[in-house]
T-cell receptor, first 114, second 114 residues
């Protein structure tokens, strides 16, 4: 079945460091791909998305490019801030016979120190 | 912006109690979802619904049921709460079944069963 695998955390960085969180997927169809962020004590918020190959999603300085050839959707940010400390979830959504619930990775915790 | 509202942020219930978790969305979204979130396990889908009075089992439906009598409201019911149902419960809604539409999440209900 469809699945998402993301790098295990926690990821610990200093402020202004470069961030990469790896995400790869397995899907039978042509999924849409998402990154969600969860700040402490809150629900998940959509960070960015891409709906077809080579699309780049971007928001708040974060970027991810839909790479069909490597089935990847890695999240990057050039200079992280303390306020970026959160849990990040990669997810995919594709139509199938049972309907289309989002499938999530297990999440990667990012901790940024000043 | 679409809002998804979960009735309680924190709940403490006793083993064996019947527990109702309520979720309301203020747009005309067709799809609604219940997930539970546990450390190391990520988000796991409990139930989802495509429309009023429709429901589909997710990955872990045992011990839960749902009700969707109105389009805007999706209730999760723990028939007889047990300590292994202590978790963060997240409700989400989505406009369409497939592809490019992500979810809007509520803030979550942290349930403790004692």
């Amino acid at each position: 079945g469809d699945s998402v695998t993301q790098m295990e955390g926690p990821v610990t960085l200093s402020e202004e460091a470069f961030l990469t969180i790896n995400c790869t997927y397995t899907a039978t169809g042509y999924p849409s791909l998402f990154w969600y962020v969860q700040y402490p004590g809150e629900g998940l918020q959509l960070l960015l998305k891409a709906t077809k190959a080579d699309d780049k999603g971007s928001n708040k300085g974060f970027e991810a490019t839909y790479r069909k050839e490597t089935t990847s959707f890695h999240l990057e940010k050039g200079s992280v801030q303390v306020s970026d400390s959160a849990v990040y979830f990669c997810a995919l959504r594709t139509a199938n016979q049972a309907g289309t619930a989002l499938i999530f990775g297990k999440g990667t915790t990012l901790s940024v120190s000043s | 912006d679409v809002k998804v509202t979960q009735s309680s942020r924190y709940l403490v219930k006793r083993t064996g109690e019947k527990v109702f978790l309520e979720c309301v969305q203020d747009m005309d979204h067709e799809n609604m979802f219940w997930y539970r979130q546990d450390p190391g396990l990520g988000l796991r889908l409990i139930y989802f619904s495509y429309d009023v009075k429709m429901k589909e089992k997710g990955d872990i439906p045992e011990g839960y049921s749902v009700s969707r009598e109105k389009k805007e409201r999706f209730s999760l019911i723990l028939e007889s709460a047990s300590t292994n149902q202590t978790s963060m419960y997240l409700c989400a809604s989505s406009l369409r079944r497939q592809g490019a539409y992500g979810y809007t999440f509520g803030s979550g209900t942290r349930l403790t069963v004692v």
